[in-house]
C-alpha cells in the first residue's frame, strides 16, 4: 500500500509542478495560457517518468541536484520539438524561464523534504568537526545526516575558503577552533584527508588530541574501498597512523618488473613479513608462490588468502636440507625470499643452539640450494640487530649477512656457482608484528595491566610491515648480487613514549608505565650500520652497506665448527669479531 501511495504522491509532484511552473511562465510572458500545450506537455513528462526515468519509484531522501537538472534539460529539449506546432516558432526565453522555474519548484520541494523529513528522523545527541573541507570532508558530511552526529564546523588549512559554508556549516581555520573549543564541547573530530602525509595526521593529533573524546581518520587513498560510505571505513587513530612512515620513493614499476611472471619461493611465508610479502607478491603478478614454512596453522592461513594466483604450501623447516632440495627441484623458483628466522631475542638467548641451527644453516641451506638449481635472485631478510650485535639472535643474523655477501664465489657439486644474485635487506622493527611491543602492549591495556617497558631509554626504529615488505621488493629488484640494502626507518622512537602515546589513545587513566629491566642481550638502542660506509641508491629510502669480505671456504668451515663447538658463544665471537654478548 504504501508503494502505491508512493508512486501516486511522485506523479502528482510531477504534474502539478508543470502546470503551476507553466502557468507562471504564461503569466510573465503574457502569453494566452493553453491547456492543450499543458497537457502536451504533462503527457510528455509522464512518458518520459514511466519509461525512462522511472520517477514513480523516486526517493526524495537519496535523489540529487543533477538528476534533477538532467531530466529537466531531456524535458525541454523534447518541448523545443513541438513548440512550433503550437506557436509557429520554438521561444527559447520562455523554455529558459519554464525551465528555471520548473528546478527551482522541484529542488526547493526536493531540500524541504531532506532537511525537514529526513533530518527529524534521527536526533542529534552528538558533536563532530570534520577536519578537512575537500571532497572527501563533503561526502563525510551528508553521510552524517542520517546518524545522531551533528557536523558542527569544518576546519581547513586552505585560508581561501576560511570563514565561508558548505550546506550552512561554517568553514573555520585550526586556532579558531581552539577558541571554539572553550564555548563548546565537541566529542568527535574526523580526520578527512585521505592524500595528507603521514606526519600531517600526526601533526593534527597533537595539536588537538586533548580537546576530543575520540578522533577518527580515513584512511589513505589506496585503502579507501570504492562504493562503500565513509562513515563505515571510519577508523580510531592508531598508533601505527602516528609511526608510520610512507616512503615517497616507492617504484611500483620497479617491483612489478621484479615480480610479474615469476615463480617465487617464500620460506617462512606463514611469519608477520613472509605473509605480508606473499600478499604484495600476489598482488605485483607472480605466476605461482611457493609458501614455504614448517608451522601448520601459520601455513594454513597464508595458503587460504593467496586466491588469485597459483600457491603452492609446503609443510618444511629450511634446517632439512634433503627437503628443501626436493621442493627447489620441483618448483625450479625464479626468485627466493628467505623470512624464515627465528627473531625473538629472549627466546634465542635460551635456546642458543636452535637459534644458531635454525637461522644460519636454515640460511645456508637457502642459499645454496638457490645456487644448485639456479634461482635468478635471493632476497635474505635481515635485522639492524645484526650491526654490532650483543646476542645470539643479532650475531646469527650477522653470519647470515656476511654469507649473502660471500656465497657469489661458492663452488658447489652441480653448481658453476654463477647466475644466482644474493642480496640482503636490512631493517628494524615493524609495526604490529608477532612478539614485538606493540601487541603486547595492547594486550596488557586489553587486560588492564600496566605497561611493562624494559628501560626508560630504550629505542628502536619502527616501520609498518606493507611498507618493509614493498621496499624489500624494491631493494631485491635493483640488487646484483652481494649487497647489504639498508631501509631508511626514520628517527627512532623512544619506548617509554610508545607507550604512554597507547595508554592515551586507549582513554584509560588507570593504566602506568613500570619499567622491568633490560632483558639478556638486549641494548638500549640499535643501528643500521657499522660504518659509515654506506652508499646511496638511486632511492632515498634504500642505501647499501659497505661490503665485508669473508673467505667463502673458511666460513662454511667457521660454521662447521660453529654447530660442533661447545663454547659457541666465543666461535660466534670468532666468526664476529664485534660481537659483544651482554647476559644483563
Known amino acids: 500500500m504504501f508503494s502505491v501511495d508512493k508512486r501516486i504522491l511522485n506523479f502528482l509532484v510531477i504534474i502539478t509542478l508543470t502546470f503551476a511552473t507553466f502557468w507562471w511562465t504564461f503569466f510573465i510572458f503574457h502569453i494566452p495560457f493553453d491547456f492543450k500545450v499543458v497537457i502536451s506537455v504533462i503527457f510528455v513528462r509522464m512518458l518520459a517518468s514511466v519509461f525512462i526515468f522511472n520517477d514513480y519509484s523516486l526517493s526524495w531522501s537519496k535523489a540529487s541536484q543533477k538528476s534533477f537538472i538532467i531530466k529537466s534539460m531531456?524535458?525541454?529539449a523534447a518541448f523545443v520539438v513541438y513548440m512550433p506546432f503550437f506557436y509557429g516558432k520554438v521561444r527559447f526565453s520562455f523554455l529558459a524561464s519554464e525551465l528555471f522555474l520548473y528546478l527551482f519548484s522541484i529542488n526547493f520541494i526536493m531540500y524541504m523534504y531532506y532537511y525537514i523529513i529526513n533530518k527529524s528522523r534521527v536526533i542529534k545527541t552528538k558533536s563532530v568537526v570534520i577536519y578537512g573541507a575537500g571532497r572527501a570532508g563533503i561526502k563525510l558530511e551528508s553521510e552524517f545526516i542520517d546518524t545522531q552526529y551533528r557536523v558542527k564546523y569544518f576546519v581547513d588549512d586552505d585560508k581561501i575558503i576560511q570563514n565561508r559554508s558548505i550546506d550552512g556549516i561554517r568553514v573555520i581555520s585550526k586556532q579558531k577552533l581552539k577558541d571554539k573549543i572553550g564555548e563548546e564541547k565537541f566529542d568527535l573530530l574526523v580526520i578527512a584527508m585521505p592524500s595528507a602525509k603521514q606526519s600531517r595526521i600526526?601533526?593534527?593529533?597533537?595539536?588537538?588530541?586533548?580537546?576530543?573524546?575520540?578522533?577518527?581518520?580515513?584512511?589513505?587513498?589506496?585503502?579507501?574501498?570504492?562504493?562503500?560510505?565513509?562513515?563505515?571505513?571510519?577508523?580510531?587513530?592508531?598508533?601505527?597512523?602516528?609511526?608510520?612512515?610512507?616512503?615517497?620513493?616507492?617504484?611500483?614499476?620497479?617491483?612489478?618488473?621484479?615480480?610479474?611472471?615469476?615463480?617465487?619461493?617464500?620460506?617462512?611465508?606463514?611469519?608477520?613479513?613472509?605473509?605480508?610479502?606473499?600478499?604484495?607478491c600476489e598482488k605485483f603478478g607472480a605466476k605461482k608462490l611457493i609458501l614455504l614454512d614448517h608451522s601448520e596453522y601459520n601455513l594454513?592461513?597464508?595458503?587460504?588468502?593467496?586466491?588469485?594466483?597459483?600457491?603452492?604450501?609446503?609443510?618444511?623447516?629450511?634446517?632439512?636440507?634433503?627437503?628443501?632440495?626436493?621442493?627447489?627441484?620441483?618448483?625450479?623458483?625464479?626468485?627466493?625470499?628467505?623470512?624464515?628466522?627465528?627473531?625473538?631475542?629472549?627466546?634465542?638467548?635460551?635456546?642458543?643452539?636452535?637459534?644458531?641451527?635454525?637461522?644460519?644453516?636454515?640460511?645456508?641451506?637457502?642459499?645454496d640450494m638457490s645456487i644448485i638449481h639456479h634461482a635468478q635472485k635471493v632476497v635474505l631478510i635481515s635485522t639492524d640487530k645484526a650491526v654490532r650485535p650483543t646476542n645470539v639472535m643479532g650475531a646469527t643474523k650477522r653470519i647470515c649477512e656476511l654469507y649473502a655477501q660471500n656465497a657469489s664465489s661458492i663452488s658447489l657439486e652441480n653448481s658453476n656457482g654463477n647466475g644466482t644474485d644474493i642480496v640482503a635487506v636490512r631493517f628494524g622493527n615493524v609495526l604490529g608484528s608477532s612478539g614485538s611491543v606493540i601487541p603486547k602492549f595492547k594486550s596488557q591495556i586489553e587486560n588492564g595491566q600496566n605497561i611493562t617497558v624494559t628501560?626508560?631509554?630504550?629505542?628502536?626504529?619502527?616501520?609498518?610491515?606493507?611498507?618493509?615488505?614493498?621496499?624489500?621488493?624494491?631493494?631485491?629488484?635493483?640488487?646484483?648480487?652481494?649487497?647489504?640494502?639498508?631501509?631508511?626507518?626514520?628517527?627512532?622512537?623512544?619506548?617509554?613514549?610508545?607507550?604512554?602515546?597507547?595508554?592515551?589513545?586507549?582513554?584509560?587513566?588507570?593504566?602506568?608505565?613500570?619499567f622491568s629491566g633490560l632483558r639478556p642481550g638486549e641494548k638500549l638502542y640499535e643501528e643500521l650500520l657499522i660504518d659509515d660506509s654506506d652508499a646511496k641508491t638511486e632511492y632515498e629510502s634504500i642505501t647499501v652497506a659497505g661490503k665485508t669480505e669473508y673467505d667463502i671456504v673458511k666460513l662454511n668451515q667457521d660454521i662447521v665448527e660453529l654447530i660442533s663447538a661447545k663454547d659457541k658463544i666465543a666461535k660466534l665471537k670468532e666468526i664476529v669479531p664485534e660481537f659483544n654478548h651482554r647476559v644483563n
Open 74 to 76: 531531456v524535458y525541454i
Open 202 to 280: 600526526k601533526e593534527i593529533y597533537n595539536n588537538l588530541s586533548i580537546y576530543f573524546k575520540a578522533i577518527q581518520v580515513l584512511p589513505s587513498l589506496d585503502e579507501i574501498l570504492e562504493g562503500k560510505n565513509f562513515t563505515t571505513q571510519l577508523k580510531d587513530i592508531s598508533v601505527e597512523d602516528l609511526l608510520a612512515r610512507h616512503p615517497q620513493d616507492l617504484d611500483k614499476e620497479k617491483i612489478v618488473s621484479f615480480i610479474k611472471d615469476k615463480t617465487i619461493l617464500v620460506t617462512g611465508a606463514g611469519g608477520s613479513i613472509g605473509s605480508e610479502i606473499c600478499r604484495q
Open 300 to 367: 594454513y592461513k597464508i595458503a587460504e588468502e593467496i586466491n588469485n594466483i597459483e600457491s603452492i604450501p609446503v609443510m618444511q623447516s629450511v634446517v632439512d636440507k634433503d627437503s628443501l632440495n626436493k621442493t627447489f627441484e620441483s618448483h625450479k623458483p625464479d626468485i627466493v625470499i628467505h623470512a624464515a628466522a627465528y627473531k625473538h631475542v629472549p627466546l634465542v638467548e635460551s635456546n642458543i643452539e636452535e637459534g644458531i641451527l635454525n637461522n644460519i644453516i636454515g640460511t645456508k641451506n637457502v642459499v
Open 455 to 514: 628501560h626508560p631509554d630504550i629505542t628502536r626504529y619502527f616501520m609498518l610491515i606493507p611498507e618493509a615488505c614493498e621496499l624489500v621488493l624494491q631493494a631485491g629488484a635493483i640488487g646484483t648480487g652481494g649487497e647489504i640494502f639498508i631501509l631508511d626507518m626514520g628517527e627512532p622512537i623512544k619506548i617509554v613514549d610508545l607507550a604512554k602515546k597507547m595508554i592515551e589513545l586507549s582513554g584509560r587513566d588507570d593504566i602506568k608505565v613500570e
